[in-house]
């Protein structure tokens, strides 16, 4: 053989070793991963398996929670039915502005059943805004009665700090288009 045939051979057999030493370390690399997701699914299988076992000890409270969901379920309360809109009020307000609020996030709204609100959190603190002459009431001392008056009626326009964060829930609705006029369809399963 002459010295270029073995050198072809030489370089050959190198890229080859090189070749098989890349696949073999991607193979390694893929096997400990496949090794710790089996771990993972044996840790999750175990956790599964153990609240089985609580929820079979506890055949009451799995009662009382099939009632509550065919509750929710008849009461079309599915999650698959509602948009969800995040509400996020982090300011300060008056209390009229506060009152408003309120009323659109309670059950008293005037729009039915369109939409409900779900809060996550509220905080309500009310701002100090007087003076260090005042007395305990907000109101200045050397005032007189008359001069109260004006001062009582401003208690509305006291701020509050108010972080309120929740959603509103509001229904699905189907627009079809018919000849004389759109109707709104409620989403139900």
Same mark, same amino acid.
């Given at each position: 053989?002459?010295?270029?045939?073995?050198?072809?051979?030489?370089?050959?057999?190198?890229?080859?070793?090189?070749?098989?030493?890349?696949?073999?370390?991607?193979?390694?690399?893929?096997?400990?991963?496949?090794?710790?997701?089996?771990?993972?699914?044996?840790?999750?299988?175990?956790?599964?398996?153990?609240?089985?076992?609580?929820?079979?000890?506890?055949?009451?409270? #799995?009662?009382?929670?099939?009632?509550?969901?065919?509750?929710?379920?008849?009461?079309?309360?599915?999650?698959?039915?509602?948009?969800?809109?995040?509400?996020? #009020?982090?300011?300060?307000?008056?209390?009229?502005?506060?009152?408003?609020?309120?009323?659109?996030?309670?059950?008293?709204?005037?729009?039915?059943?369109?939409?409900?609100? #779900?809060?996550?959190?509220? #905080?309500?603190?009310?701002?100090?805004?007087?003076?260090?002459?005042?007395?305990?009431?907000?109101?200045?001392?050397?005032?007189?009665?008359?001069?109260?008056?004006?001062?009582?009626?401003?208690?509305?326009?006291?701020?509050?700090?108010?972080?309120?964060?929740?959603?509103?829930?509001?229904?699905?609705?189907?627009?079809?288009?018919?000849?004389?006029?759109?109707?709104?369809?409620?989403?139900?399963?």
């Amino acid at each position: 053989m002459s010295i270029s045939v073995k050198w072809l051979l030489t370089i050959l057999f190198l890229t080859a070793y090189a070749t098989s030493l890349f696949f073999f370390s991607s193979a390694y690399k893929q096997f400990q991963i496949a090794i710790h997701h089996k771990k993972e699914l044996q840790n999750q299988l175990a956790a599964l398996k153990k609240q089985l076992k609580k929820l079979k000890s506890n055949p009451e409270k #799995v009662k009382r929670w099939k009632a509550t969901i065919q509750k929710l379920e008849n009461a079309h309360l599915h999650p698959d039915h509602w948009l969800k809109y995040p509400f996020i #009020v982090d300011q300060d307000i008056t209390w009229n502005q506060l009152a408003n609020i309120a009323f659109i996030i309670s059950a008293g709204h005037p729009y039915g059943q369109k939409y409900l609100f #779900v809060p996550e959190s509220f #905080v309500l603190i009310k701002k100090d805004t007087s003076d260090s002459s005042s007395d305990v009431t907000g109101q200045k001392n050397s005032q007189s009665s008359n001069a109260q008056k004006p001062a009582q009626d401003n208690s509305q326009n006291e701020l509050y700090s108010v972080k309120l964060k929740g959603a509103f829930l509001v229904k699905k609705t189907v627009n079809t288009a018919s000849s004389d006029s759109n109707k709104e369809i409620a989403c139900k399963k």
